[in-house]
């Protein structure tokens, strides 16, 4: 097929190359350099963690904060609740209560 109208694959790839050199160069927007630069030095200026940059994260750190601490109220509250519900008489009761034993009693007859 030598003598074919369609032009082969090569000379096809060659027009196009010749195309392409005729366009003319790309180049960047103006002060393109100046505005990255501002970007990264605004980007690592930034005082906060990285998982406070955003207000859900923040919301959700406050929150997690927030019921360990209201937790931690409600554990010791109960704590003195059942301390002052159970309170010992006498000196034996009392250790035995903060160590939390099982005291009993043997009578001697």
């Known amino acids: ?3 074919s109208p369609f032009p082969s694959h ?4 060659e027009a196009d190359l010749r195309r ?7 180049a960047p927007a103006p002060f393109l350099y100046t505005r990255v ?3 990264l ?3 690592s200026e930034g005082r906060l963690p990285w998982w406070l940059r955003r207000p859900v994260h923040l919301l959700a750190v406050l929150s997690l904060l927030l ?8 554990h010791v509250a109960y704590q ?4 002052t519900a159970t309170t010992a008489t006498s000196p034996l009761d009392s250790f035995a209560s903060e ?3 099982t005291p009993y009693v043997v009578s001697y007859e």
Do not use: I, K
């Open 67 to 74: 019921a360990l601490n209201a937790g931690a109220v409600l």
């Open 20 to 26: 392409l050199r005729q366009l003319p160069s790309a």
């Open 41 to 43: 030095l605004a980007a």
């Open 37 to 39: 630069q501002a970007r």
């Open 1 to 3: 097929m030598p003598d």
């Open 99 to 101: 160590y939390q034993l």
């Open 80 to 83: 003195r609740y059942t301390t």
């Open 10 to 13: 090569n000379e096809a790839f």
